[in-house]
């Protein structure tokens, strides 16, 4: 009862979520090119021919800009809601398209992907859990504000990819335009570090045990510093930050102990 995980790329520059139950692998999102996804996966130990779907949250460029020709490529169905299939402009092999809507459950292989609504400034975005014999990965990114469904699915989850996009001060003090800052902290765009803490802190379960900060901002945040802040208060759950620079570990995330170490048999995969 297990699943294992890996951030192969976490910000605005990309982002790519992989989730596997150790035979066949789903993607949260394709932000990085197919060259760049192969190149990392291949470092990482992953193989991409094991991918069963592709879902994608919503339409931006840092969340779709290799889901084309990765699907046809390696024939992966993508997974997304209709009002995002149209804004992103994404043409996909009919056969590889697979439309969803809000909470249906997708079960592939044994695992199970739900796609819920969230707060962000798209035309239809939507989080997803992963789910595979009892444990349960969850990415929430891209997360203008807290909403109902977060409450209600973070405390599924075994480990979770958090938002933690940017600290107040830096961001407050930086050099981006009083509109773009707006943009960020007006309840559509990110979630601060104080933000994500106070959610992570108020609605992880007991049996939470890793937890990988995520879609950091290159400019009004700095890793070491949310890193610090969450650990405080991590309570015996591993905290990571997932990196915008290159591909994380391989995790593995059980129901028993919590196992905190590499995945090194990357022929499984």
Do not use: W
Not at 30 to 39: D, F, K, Q, V
Not at 217 to 244: C, I, M, T, W
């Amino acid at each position: 009862m297990s699943l294992y995980t890996a951030s192969i790329n976490s910000g605005s520059n990309g982002n790519c979520y992989y989730i596997s139950n150790g035979q066949d692998a789903v993607l949260v999102d394709a932000g990085l090119s197919c060259r760049e996804t192969e190149l990392r996966m291949t470092k990482m130990g992953l193989n991409v021919a094991k991918v069963r779907g592709i879902f994608i949250t919503h339409e931006h460029r840092d969340h779709t800009k290799g889901a084309q020709l990765l699907s046809r490529k390696y024939n992966i169905p993508v997974y997304l809601n209709h009002k995002t299939h149209y804004a992103s402009h994404l043409k996909f092999k009919p056969e590889l398209y697979r439309r969803i809507t809000d909470e249906e459950v997708i079960e592939i292989n044994g695992i199970t992907v739900t796609g819920f609504s969230k707060l962000h400034d798209a035309v239809d975005p939507c989080s997803f859990i992963v789910s595979y014999a009892g444990v349960t990965v969850g990415v929430f990114t891209d997360i203008g504000a807290v909403c109902d469904n977060m409450r209600r699915y973070m405390p599924q989850c075994h480990a979770a990819y958090l938002e933690a996009n940017y600290d107040e001060e830096m961001l407050e003090n930086g050099r981006y335009p009083p509109i773009l800052k707006n943009r960020i902290r007006g309840g559509l765009g990110h979630l601060s570090n104080k933000e994500a803490l106070d959610f992570f802190l108020s609605h992880k379960h007991e049996y939470m045990t890793h937890l990988f900060l995520s879609h950091l901002s290159a400019d009004n945040n700095n890793p070491d510093v949310a890193l610090e802040l969450f650990k405080k208060h991590a309570n015996g759950v591993q905290v990571y930050v997932a990196s915008r620079q290159e591909g994380s570990e391989v995790f593995h995330i059980t129901t028993d102990d919590a196992v905190d170490k590499p995945l090194k048999q990357a022929s499984l995969f």
